[in-house]
């Protein structure tokens, strides 16, 4: 599903990519996960260099941790000493397999025209009452950024918008100033909501 440019970012990059310093996001980790049982199993949807997924496993969660890049998936399996599933969102088909899907900076890569689909694939594989995170870059229009990698930049009430039709509840959408993976100010939308 994502576009060439945006692959072959990750696949010729995957080891600085995956290296890179980073911020770990504890709050939302921590919030998310208060929302799970102990032990809950968690989908990693696209996780990158693998430390979200080291962050849950080391709190005892049931971590699936999974990227659409083979090259970022083998470094962050190197991090994790663990198997990491190279899964591109459109072929997700679990059903009712997960108490939680995590998806920090990873579905901002899906057209925008298919992000509803894959919005219903996530919602499939979730239990009933399970939450979903995932964080956008806020804009109003499609886009790509300096290394040519494609973004949907949704705003809030377009987000807020595709999540209640498809049936989301308790949706809450939060906003942010920060950086990405190529330093530039950024405004991001962190979004949660349950099945």
Known sequence: MADKSTSSFYDDNA????????????????AFLSLLPPGAAVLDLGCGGGQDSAYM????????????????????????????AVLRFEDLDEEEAFDG????ASLLHVPRAAL????????????????FHATFKAGEAEGYDGFGRYYNYPSAELLSEMLSNGGWHNIVI???????????????????AQK
């Open 15 to 30: 080891a600085s990519y995956a290296s890179r310093e980073r911020i770990l996001p504890i709050r939302r980790l921590d």
């Open 57 to 84: 496993l080391s709190k005892g969660f049931d971590v699936t941790p999974t990227d659409g890049s083979a090259a970022v998936a083998k470094q962050a399996e190197t991090l994790l000493g663990h198997p990491v």
């Open 101 to 104: 899907v995590w998806a920090e």
């Open 116 to 131: 509803p689909e894959v919005l219903e694939r996530i919602r499939t594989a979730l239990r009933p009452g399970g939450t």
């Open 174 to 192: 939060s906003e942010g100033d920060g950086t990405g993976y190529d330093g530039k100010p950024t405004r991001w939308l962190a979004v949660r």
